[in-house]
């Protein structure tokens, strides 16, 4: 079993920045990729980004492209979000995701409580 816990979660007005962090339980975190999904009131879960094990690879929606930065740090289990020029269609509870099994192709199996982003205009 994995346990995943958001933070960095909060309200900003649209052009602003948040930060939002998972720490990850799993002892051998670097084996496995990770990523961040959001749901909107009233809208099914989407995916934002996903980071390799080594995070040398990353993928994106394109509707974060340019604005979103997802990253890691294996030493700290830890997975990062940087979300700039927030907009309010942003807003969102934001979800951190991991995978069942090893691999950059594995599929996302556990997941965070999630973190709630408002964005105002």
């Known amino acids: 079993q994995v346990q995943l816990v958001e933070s960095g979660g909060g309200s900003v007005q649209a052009g602003g920045s948040l930060r939002l962090s998972c720490a990850a339980s799993?002892?051998?975190?670097?084996?496995?990729?990770m990523g961040w999904f959001r749901q909107a009131p009233g809208k099914e879960r989407e995916f934002v980004a996903a980071?390799?094990?080594?995070?040398?690879?990353?993928y994106y929606a394109n509707f974060v492209k340019g604005r979103f930065t997802i990253s890691r740090d294996n030493a700290k289990n830890t997975v990062y979000l940087q979300m700039n020029s927030l907009k309010p269609e942003d807003t969102a509870v934001y979800y951190c995701?991991?995978?069942?099994?090893?691999?950059?192709?594995?599929?996302?199996?556990?997941w965070g409580q999630g973190t709630q982003v408002t964005v105002s205009s």
């Open positions: 995701a991991a995978p069942g099994a090893v691999g950059d192709s594995a599929e996302f199996a556990y």
């Open positions: 799993r002892r051998t975190f670097s084996s496995y990729r």
């Open positions: 980071i390799s094990r080594t995070g040398s690879t990353t």
